[in-house]
């Protein structure tokens, strides 16, 4: 599913406030987003669009892991502008005791061995502009 959210920060439009729109993007969609992004990515995947390892939160309650920092990587500004935000889901093969122990209250490396035995593909991708 792709959905396009605009918005204005801020209230009443004013010349000072940004306006930004969101294109969220889940489900089973094929489509793929500036930078390569696609759903079903793995961490390695990813590291290879980066062109360097990034940071990303533990899982949540939900079993959600989101990326906090691309690391100045090539993913950190795509084209256009644009900004992308990841949301990755752990394999559910794997075991509940891997996925609880990395907390969402921490920053893991893509490369930690913890969360690569997770094996999170993506599950949702946020494109501002």
């Given at each position: ?14 010349p ?12 089973q ?63 559910p ?16 490396a893509s ?19």
């Amino acid at each position: 599913m792709i959905r396009s959210v605009g918005s204005k920060c801020g209230g009443p439009i004013q010349p000072h406030v940004a306006i930004f729109n969101l294109i969220v993007i889940t489900g089973q969609s094929d489509w793929t987003a500036p930078g390569g992004l696609r759903l079903g990515l793995a961490l390695a995947e990813l590291e290879k669009l980066n062109h360097k390892s990034f940071k990303l939160k533990g899982f949540d309650k939900n079993g959600i892991a989101t990326i906090s920092d691309w690391g100045g990587g090539e993913l950190a500004s795509l084209a256009g502008g644009c900004n992308a935000g990841l949301n990755l889901r752990a394999d559910p093969k794997v075991s509940a005791k891997i996925i609880s122990a990395l907390s969402p209250n921490k920053e893991y490396a893509s490369s930690n061995p913890q969360m690569r035995a997770a094996k999170p593909t993506v599950s949702e991708i946020l494109i501002g502009y």
